[in-house]
């Protein structure tokens, strides 16, 4: 079955970096587009990025352009998110999610159980 | 970029059918795709497509879309659906982005 495990949260401060990683297993991960989505504590879910198949295409919400970088490994079924010059507006649960089929329509059909960044002095 | 509006709260009595609706322009264009989300889970997609239901998602659940609006529908409300509920689509801005609404609080009476 699908499966999808976030990594890599935890507290850093203001200006500080992180790296989150996304193990998948139990499909074709390099058929599939991938997206970072994020949840502030109290808040509703908001994109972040997305990532072709092949990791050629990258797209980023206008408040993290410049500062994240989405990638992936399809050979070691994994996706990753560096994030630097982290501010509190970052605080969130960080969800890795794969869409239900083989396009980018933001049909999130499967998500990780996320991963909490804390961002704090 | 585009915006999706969703009603903050709403609520249903047991067994009865309610609707959830989202607005955005970019709905005209590209169809929403409806979650349900428990206190500290992840949000599960229930709706895609035109109306279709993921493996696992029962029937009562279905999708609607007209102009600039979608619709989630429960028909027979049980106490299990009470959690959050929110839409999203593709941003009709362009470039391949995403939008979420900003969710809705079902509360089963």
């Known amino acids: 079955q699908v499966q999808l495990v976030e990594s890599g949260g935890g507290l850093v401060k203001p200006g500080g970096s992180l790296r989150l990683s996304c193990a998948a297993s139990g499909f074709s991960f390099s058929d599939y587009y991938m997206s970072w989505i994020r949840q502030a504590p109290g808040k509703g879910l908001e994109w972040v990025s997305y990532i072709s198949s092949s990791g050629r295409t990258k797209y980023y919400t206008d408040s993290v352009k410049g500062r994240f970088t989405i990638s992936r490994d399809n050979p070691k079924n994994s996706l990753y998110l560096q994030m630097n010059s982290l501010r509190d507006e970052d605080t969130a649960v960080y969800f890795c999610?794969?869409?239900?089929?083989?396009?980018?329509?933001?049909?999130?059909?499967?998500w990780g159980q996320g991963t909490l960044v804390t961002v704090s002095s | 970029s585009s915006e999706l509006t969703q009603d903050p709260a709403v609520s249903v009595a047991l067994g009865q059918t309610v609707r959830i609706t989202c607005h955005g322009d970019s709905l005209r264009t590209y169809s929403a795709s409806w979650y349900r989300q428990k206190p500290g889970q992840a949000p599960v997609l229930v709706i895609y497509g035109k109306n279709y239901r993921p493996s696992g998602i029962p029937d009562r659940f279905s999708g609607s879309s007209s102009g600039n609006t979608a619709s989630l529908t429960i028909t027979g409300a049980q106490a299990e659906d009470e959690a959050d509920y929110y839409c999203n689509s593709r941003d009709s801005s362009g470039d391949l982005h995403v939008v979420f609404g900003g969710g809705t609080k079902l509360t089963v009476l």
């Open positions: 999610a794969r869409e239900i089929r083989t396009i980018a329509a933001g049909e999130m059909g499967y």
